[in-house]
């Protein structure tokens, strides 16, 4: 991922953070209100949205939001707010990932080289599961009647990991590090949001609860999914 929009209403943070990630190969384009970055998203289609969640005239989630109506980009979110109920909010939305400031440059980096991690060597081959089609080229899945169930990029990767795992116990942390990257194993909400956003696409679908440990795919208990 070489294509970065970065807004943020901190003209010095903005400048840091365009400095500090072209001189490690990325190209930047950096934005201090909501509506700007949205049209800088559609105008030059990068692959990674960086955004605060408190702008002047756009929260960061409507910005989020708008951008991911039109386009299939990874999003960070970047935010002085450390509250659960905050990060959750934003990855319910469809945030990929969610730095609290203060931060350094090493991690941010770190989290975007996670986003960009996946599918660099190409898509696997599809697979059929409890009543599931899944195919990692196109990031779709199917239902034994051929519906399309509507899933983010994120629900299809935690997902595709769970069923590629059936019968294995995939833990908080194993969970975390296969979808997200290295470095990940303590946000455990994470996991937790994006799999209760799968049961209410997937309906009874055969994603088995181990609380405090994680979650196994069971398709011979979990019945038949359908969209709902």
Known sequence: MS???????????????????E?????????????EAVQLCITRNPEVLVVDLGLPDLSGIEVLRRVRAVLPLRVLVLSAFGDESIKIQA?????????????????????????????EHGPPPELTSGGLTIVPARFE???????????TKREFEVLEYLVR??????TYQMILQAVWGEGYGSETHYVRVYVNRLRLKLGDAAIENRPGIGYLWSPGEGGDPGQR
């Open 3 to 21: 294509k970065i929009v970065v807004v943020d209403d901190d003209l010095a943070l903005l400048k840091v953070l365009k400095i500090g990630l």
């Open 91 to 119: 990855l319910d939305a469809g945030a990929d990932d969610y730095v609290t400031k203060p931060f350094g440059m090493g991690e941010l980096a770190a989290r975007l080289r996670a986003l960009g991690r996946r599918g």
């Open 165 to 170: 795992n059936a019968g294995r116990l995939c």
């Open 23 to 35: 001189s490690i190969g990325y190209t930047v384009e950096t934005a201090r209100r909501g509506l």
């Open 141 to 151: 899945v199917r239902t034994r009647d051929g519906s399309l169930v509507q899933l």
